[in-house]
């Protein structure tokens, strides 16, 4: 109807299920629709722990401080089909991960400090310190735009309680967002929990055996009832929205049937945590790209991997565990197998940009309108180095980014110099953030 559109924000209800639908046509008001609408710039920091082996990360074939073309060694080799959608950075440090007179402790220094950008204070009671991170200070501002300020996402489960490193609290290696100085946000691992929050409505029980059930059958009659008052291009993406969805949903439901059986008499919901890492994280990143295409959030987390993490990696073969990997000392056969598992996290993160890429999103791609960061708070792990950290920032943010290239910056660069960045291209300008000391250039031109 002339003059007449579908609210941005409709859900299709039904008994204990929300379902959000991504941006449609019919959302634009007809009389501005030959106008262009400009999507949301939505923001997602992806972590991974202990290091990286450097030599086979940097780009090679650099002229001047600004490298095009790009030729990618063996752990970033993944990355070589997005080269025109990412930005490469050298030089970034962490220096408030470094000890600065509190001794031993980089790995749980790493953690709080990546997204802070804040020395932590070093204790493992309760007293803990560091700052708000960069995705809460945009979550506050974001707040009331969508229907979750923020996703906390995480593959591995941390340590509850006590000191994980050299008396820094667990706390400290089990979360990268912190809401407050002193309150951490727990990522949350399981996939089933993270699809009931972003689709289940305020009624639903997770103890219920609704679980049987699927999403889909609780909304279909609101489903239908759309999809008969749309134009033909909003019922392709309709459906294929649907399908997404109810993919995923499958996909969960498996990995509970194979989970190990609950305890006589336990009233919990089945385990939706996969055994294997690959599909652990592709799950996480599908939910991602759901929030992020239904404008449930614009702000998220993924905190791929604790730091000191003692997960081994039987789908590459690696049965030691990640951590003691990285304390190689020069050892060429742990070397080589730290690699392995740096190139299997990486190409988790290639897989998540396809997705991203692949995703209609108003006028372009969920990636196009999407910055997504890819990094740890080492550089060489088995020196605890806190320079020169692997860092990538992905999408184009709604054209304030211009990727396809590798950048240098000075050594010592503050890493929150980016974040900074970051937060003014998600409309939250802030004076200074964590130990930032400028403007960081060469993020939209030469």
Request: charged content about 20%.
């Amino acid at each position: 109807m002339p003059g007449k559109s579908l609210p941005r924000r409709t859900i299709l209800r039904g008994l204990g299920a929300g379902l959000a639908l991504p941006f449609l046509d019919s959302m634009i008001p007809a009389l501005s629709r030959a106008a262009t609408t400009a999507a949301p710039t939505r923001a997602a920091f992806l972590y991974v722990p202990n290091g990286i082996i450097m030599n086979e990360w940097t780009p090679t074939r650099e002229v001047g401080s600004v490298a095009l073309p790009m030729e990618f060694p063996r752990i970033s080799k993944a990355l070589q089909p997005f080269r025109d959608d990412i930005l490469m950075f050298s030089g970034l440090t962490h220096n408030q991960g470094r000890a600065l007179g509190d001794g031993p402790g980089d790995h749980g220094r790493a953690g709080a400090n990546y997204l802070t950008g804040v020395h932590p204070k070093k204790t493992n009671g309760r007293d803990l310190q560091t700052g708000v991170s960069v995705d809460q200070i945009a979550a506050r501002r974001l707040d009331g735009k969508t229907r979750f300020a923020s996703l906390e996402l995480g593959c591995e489960e941390g340590v509850q309680g006590g000191s994980c490193d050299n008396g820094y609290s667990c706390a400290y290696s089990n979360s990268i967002s912190w809401r407050t100085p002193s309150s951490p946000n727990p990522a949350e691992i399981r996939p089933r929990a993270v699809f009931e929050r972003l689709f289940g409505g305020q009624d639903s029980d997770p103890r219920e055996a609704r679980y049987q059930k699927s999403v889909l059958d609780m909304v279909r009659g609101e489903a239908q009832l759309l999809a008969s008052s749309l134009g033909g291009s909003d019922k392709r993406k309709l459906d294929e929205y649907l399908y997404s969805v109810r993919e995923l949903e499958k996909r969960i439901t498996a990995t509970e049937k194979t989970a190990t059986p609950r305890p006589k008499g336990v009233e919990a919901p089945p385990s939706s945590i996969p055994t294997d890492m690959t599909e652990h994280a592709r799950l996480m990143f599908e939910l991602l790209a759901l929030a992020f295409q239904t404008d449930s959030t614009r702000v998220a987390t993924v905190l791929i991997g604790l730091e000191q993490s003692p997960r081994a990696y039987p789908e590459i073969g690696i049965p030691e565990a990640h951590h003691g990997l990285t304390h190689h000392q020069g050892d060429k056969e742990k070397i080589e197998k730290v690699t392995k598992i740096n190139m299997f996290h990486v190409q988790q993160f290639a897989w998540l940009l396809n997705k991203l890429k692949s995703t209609p999103d108003g006028d372009g791609s969920l990636l196009d309108h999407t910055m997504v960061t890819y990094g740890s708070g080492f550089s060489d792990g088995n020196a605890h180095d806190h320079g020169n950290l692997p860092i990538v920032l992905a999408g184009r943010a709604n054209g304030q980014l211009k990727p396809g290239r590798h950048v240098r910056y000075p050594a010592e660069t503050p890493m929150t110099n980016l974040f900074t960045a970051m937060l003014d291209r998600m409309g939250v300008p802030v004076e200074s953030f964590g130990d930032s000391n400028g403007k960081l250039g060469y993020l939209t031109d030469l």
